[in-house]
C-alpha cells in the first residue's frame, strides 16, 4: 500500500492546497530521501501561486527552504548515511559540467531542476533530493536546525550576491529592499566591512530591525523622503559605490541605477514580476557594471562554518512557526506581511 504524506501543492495560478501526497522514493542512484523538520514559505512561493514563473509546473509540492533528517540514501550517494542531519540547497546541480567546474551551478546542464518549482519540494513531511552530494550540507551538532535553516537559499542568495558586488572597506552601499533576502544581503555584505550601508524600504519595522542588528547605518523610507537626492546627499554628489537591488518592485530597478555613481556595480537580486525597461540613453556615460541572475548556491559548506562560529546569525528573521497543519494561515499572513511576519517557519505536520 502506498504511503502518504501532507504537502503543499501548486494546482494553477492562484490556487494552492495542502493535500495528501505519496511520500518519495528513491528514483535515481544519487538521490536521498529527507524527512523535513523546518521550511519556509518564500516570496519565491509567491511568485509561482501567482503565476509569474512560466518554468514552474502545475502539480508541484511547492519549497525549496528547509533543513532535515536523512531517512535514506541512493546507492551512489557517499557523503551522507541515513540520520544525518542536514541543509538543502535551493538548486541542484552536478559538480561536473562546464558551467559547475566554473563555479556557475545555477547554469548546470543536468541540474537546475528547482525544488518547488519543477520538481517536488520541502512544503511537506519527505522530499527527494536528487543529486545529494552536492545538494546538501552536514550540520554540525552544535548548529541547531532553525540557525541552519537559510543556508541554502535566502542565506546563499544574500553571500552570491555580496561576492559578485566587489565591495571594498571604503565603499557606500545601498540595498533596496530589508525583506528576508535583503536581510540576508544585508549580514553578507557586513562581512566585507563598507564604510557606510544605506538601506529603502517602505517598512520601517523592518529597516527598524536592520538598524537594531547592525546590518544598516542609514534608513530611508521612500515614501517619505527623496531617496535619489538623499543618497547624493549622503555621498558629495557622487552616488553609492555598490547598489543591491533585492526589492523587485515597481520602480526599484529604476532607482537602483539612478543611485549609483558612474562606474559603479549594481547587484540585481530581485526576482522581477514584470518585464524591465534598461534606459540606456538615460544612463550613458554613467558607465554601470550590472551583475545579474539565479544564485549560485556552492558555497554552502563556507557559509554554515560562519553560521557555526557566530559570524552570521539569522535568528532575528523568525517571527513566526507553526505547524504543517496550519501553512494556509502562513501563506495569508506572510503574503500581506502581516503580524510584522518576515519568516514564518513551518514545523512538522502533527497527527491526532
Known sequence: MEKTMKAVVYKGKGQVVLEDRPVPVIQDPRDAIVRVTRSTICSSDLHIKHGTVPRAKENTVLGHEFVGEVVEVGSAVKKFKAGDRVSVNVETFCGECFFCKRGYVNNCVEGGWELGCRIDGCQAEYVRVPIADNGMTPIPDDVSDEAALFNGDILATGYWAASIGEIKPADTVVVLGAGPTGLCTLM????????????????????????????????????????????????????????????????????????????????LVALYAKEQALPLHLMYGKNLTFKTGGVDANCCEDIMKMIQCGKIDTSCLITHRAPLNDVMEGYRVFENKLDGCIKWVITPYERD
Open 188 to 267: 553578507s555584505i557586513r562581512l566585507y566591512s563598507p564604510a557606510k550601508v544605506i538601506v529603502v524600504d517602505v517598512s520601517g519595522e523592518r529597516m527598524a530591525l536592520a538598524k537594531e542588528q547592525g546590518l544598516a547605518d542609514i534608513c530611508l523610507n521612500p515614501t517619505k523622503v527623496d531617496v535619489e537626492a538623499e543618497v547624493l546627499r549622503l555621498t558629495d554628489g557622487r552616488g553609492a559605490d555598490r547598489v543591491f537591488e533585492v526589492a523587485g518592485g515597481e520602480n526599484t530597478f529604476q532607482l537602483a541605477w539612478k543611485v549609483a555613481r558612474p562606474n559603479a556595480i549594481v547587484v
